[in-house]
């Protein structure tokens, strides 16, 4: 009962903390570039994230009408929405490091691992590839679970190595300094990600992509002081650095 309890409220902190970034991210943004429309995307399927969580522990085991079901398409939505936030994390990268957005090939060509997951998982109630909802309502993993973590790693995993090559490559120490939280973006979630492997209802993805995210946050939060409020431009103070 504790350690259910414990659950219930990081998932609770961590569906705040995001509500909070997103409602303050939109009410400081008038002009949405697409850069953060994609940043508001992911800030929505990372509390969509944390609410399928809670609700996934809330009604593991319980036993009344639908409820199979209903832990059959929350389980779906939570896959999803762990594999669309790497790939929009991926793409907001992109935009960040190279100032526009993917070309539509290059979309649709990522876009494959994403469709291959949705085949999965709506093949998934006949196999139990990837899951298994039994009849006393438990949640069990199944074999496909490892196709889930590649395809969801992949978009994180290539937005890193990304922004590690411009990070090498440019030489203005401020661009530097502007794009290794991206770099830094990988680290609270990969940690995440291996305890949950072991210990699957223990919510520590949400928690690593909710400090990944606030560190984005707090990242943009000094960019906007650096620049004139007027020309949108950085201070010169900024750019002699």
């Known amino acids: 009962m504790q350690s259910l309890l414990y659950i219930f409220e990081i998932n609770i902190i961590c569906f705040i903390v995001l509500l909070f970034i997103f409602n303050y991210y939109n009410y400081k943004t008038i002009k949405r570039s697409t850069r953060e429309r994609i940043f508001n995307h992911i800030l929505l399927l990372s509390i969509g994230l944390c609410f399928f969580g809670f609700c ?20 779906s939505l939570y896959y999803l929405s762990m594999t669309m936030i790497g ?13 526009e957005d993917l070309q539509t090939k290059v979309k ?6 994403i469709l291959i997951l949705m085949f999965l998982i709506l093949t998934n109630h006949f196999n139990h590839f990837l899951f298994v909802i039994d009849s006393n309502n438990l949640y069990h993993r199944g074999m496909g679970i490892y196709i889930h973590w590649i395809i969801s790693w992949f978009y994180i995993v290539l937005a890193t190595i990304m922004s590690l090559y411009v990070i090498i490559h440019t030489k203005s120490k401020f661009q530097k300094k502007e794009i290794l939280p991206y770099f830094y973006f990988v680290i609270a979630p990969i940690i995440g990600s291996i305890i949950q492997m072991y210990y699957p209802s223990s919510a520590s993805f949400q928690v690593g992509i909710t400090i ?5 946050f707090f990242n943009y939060q000094n960019n906007m002081i650096q620049k004139d409020p007027l020309t949108g431009l950085k201070n010169r103070q900024v750019l002699e650095r």
């Open 212 to 216: 990944s995210l606030l560190m984005i």
């Open 108 to 113: 649709r060509l990522l876009q494959i691992p």
């Open 87 to 99: 790939y929009k994390w991926l793409n907001y990268v992109y935009i960040c490091t190279f100032k």
């Open 56 to 75: 996934l522990e809330f009604l593991n085991g319980k036993m009344f009408n639908l409820n199979h079901l209903i832990l059959e398409i929350m389980n």
